[in-house]
């Protein structure tokens, strides 16, 4: 059986040196994909081994990331399975059996050197123009291993040639191939050895990773000959690059915590469907893509070979289609942390009325607050915005208060039901001789103070009224103020 008729099985294996960015969770995203795809079995692995590095509380930040945007594993870390421990710290053991095949197999020996010799030997590799190499320095050894210092591979230079299932035909001259550090002199292996044993121990398929590790591909093909390991299928993905395209994402350029965007209102279908089609798409111009189509078209023949880039604001308006694709139930269970602090007192009715006028005008959830607070609490009058609108500004104070108090006039008169509502100022209309960009942005304004607000009538309906003719009446009264 070859390596395309083994059950597919991939894996995440993140570092927990710090929270989880578009990039990682992209890269967990496609392998969960493939596994999903080809019902095969997706693995979370924590890779340990550098302790010096280690955040607290990285672990679990990184379940949490990846259950919110409902990326479940079906082994590893939380859940177990056959393969288990799935966090290297605990597979120390095991790393030191394989290291010890090496040794007996003359590919492995003890590193001798000081870092102050290695330096020195850098340092001459500069001073004659030349790249360092650990090889050229390699002491003719005997198969022991003293733990106390670390264990390195004794490489084999060759040329290689290889197929990346994303970047294509691949090939490297036996230079860039090297002695590397397999077991440090903590006793922690380095991720070039024991990702390799991991992926082989637990049965992985395709390997995906970054750019970022693709000169570092020959020393795990040179490994994976020593240890007699059928290599996976490789697949390479390109950088995440700021807008610009001229540098790799980082935290300045929107490489936030993807929790974070969670707290921002974000939906994960949303997330889920930016990321997916952040380096790949399907061949069409669609752009929404559910879950279920992801896992239906998927495949990594479609990544693309150049890098992508990361574009907040697309994420901004797939955030307001996914919105728009929810129930108004759904919607309103998952708003529920959202809504302003006055809201908590009003009805379920109340709240699901408002919810519904304003949903198609969310771009986070986030914007619920300034969306609807109004409803909930006396807005504070700011005429400042009265004088910067663009049709109201072209008025004077009179003309103003004219508008209002025909407004009070004709709402007074309505049934409280946006039909009739909306037939009122229909009339206004008429009478005023106005346009609605003039009349029916100072009604606005004056009921809402906010810098926008959904369907008018539907906006009076939901108030009542009872506060309509209110907040008419204190605009009125200032305009009344500001015309003395």
Request: aromatic content about 10%; some cysteine.
């Amino acid at each position: 059986m070859n390596k395309t008729q083994l059950p597919i099985r991939t894996r995440f294996a993140p570092s927990p040196t710090g929270v989880m960015h578009v990039g990682g969770v992209r890269t967990a995203l496609f392998s969960w994909l493939i596994a999903q795809k080809n019902n095969g079995i997706f693995i979370l692995r924590i890779e340990d081994t550098d302790k010096v590095r280690e955040v607290e509380g990285s672990i679990e930040q990184i379940e949490k990331s990846l259950k919110w945007l409902g990326i479940n594993w079906q082994e590893g870390i939380g859940i177990g399975g056959p393969n288990a421990p799935y966090l290297q710290s605990k597979r120390l053991d095991i790393y030191k059996k394989w290291a010890n095949q090496l040794v007996e197999n003359g590919r492995a020996y003890t590193d001798p050197y000081s870092k102050e010799e290695l330096e020195e030997f850098r340092n001459q590799a500069k001073a004659d123009k030349i790249p360092f190499l650990y090889r050229n320095h390699r002491r003719e050894s005997v198969n022991t291993w003293a733990e106390s210092k670390p264990l390195r591979f004794k490489s084999d230079p060759k040329p290689y040639r290889w197929n990346d299932a994303v970047m294509g035909e691949l090939s490297t001259g036996p230079e860039v191939i090297d002695d590397f550090i397999l077991i440090k002199s903590d006793g922690y292996p380095t991720y070039n050895f024991c990702h390799v044993i991991d992926d082989m121990m637990m049965g992985i398929t395709h390997v995906l990773r970054s750019q970022e590790f693709i000169s570092s591909t020959p020393k795990f093909l040179n490994l994976y000959e020593a240890l007699n390991i059928q290599r996976p299928i490789l697949a390479t993905l390109p950088y995440v690059m700021s807008i610009d395209g001229q540098k790799k994402l980082g935290k300045r350029d929107g490489a936030k915590d993807i929790l974070q965007y969670a707290k921002e209102g974000y939906l994960p279908e949303a997330m889920i469907n930016f990321l997916a089609t952040l380096g790949w798409n399907d061949g069409t111009e669609q752009e929404i893509f559910s879950v279920d189509e992801l896992i239906q078209k998927f495949s990594l023949d479609r990544i693309q070979k150049s890098p992508a880039r990361f574009d907040e604001k697309r994420l901004l308006w797939l955030n307001g289609q996914w919105i728009r694709r929810l129930s108004l139930d759904e919607l309103y269970r998952r708003v529920h942390d959202f809504w302003p602090e006055s809201a908590k007192q009003a009805s379920e009715k109340y709240k699901m009325q408002i919810l519904g006028l304003v949903q198609d005008r969310l771009k986070t959830m986030a914007d619920l607050p300034i969306l609807t607070s109004y409803f909930f609490d006396e807005p504070k009058p700011n005429w400042d915005m009265v004088e910067k609108d663009k049709y109201l500004s072209k008025l004077n104070i009179g003309e103003i208060m004219g508008l209002l108090k025909s407004a009070q006039i004709a709402l007074s008169s309505s049934n409280n039901d946006a039909k009739s509502i909306q037939q009122n100022l229909n009339t206004l209309l008429e009478t005023t001789g106005q346009k609605p960009a003039v009349l029916f942005s100072i009604i606005r304004l004056v009921i809402s103070w906010a810098p926008f607000s959904p369907a008018l009538n539907e906006t009076l309906s939901i108030l009542g009224p009872e506060k309509v003719n209110s907040r008419l009446k204190l605009a009125i009264d200032i305009a009344t103020q500001i015309s003395r």
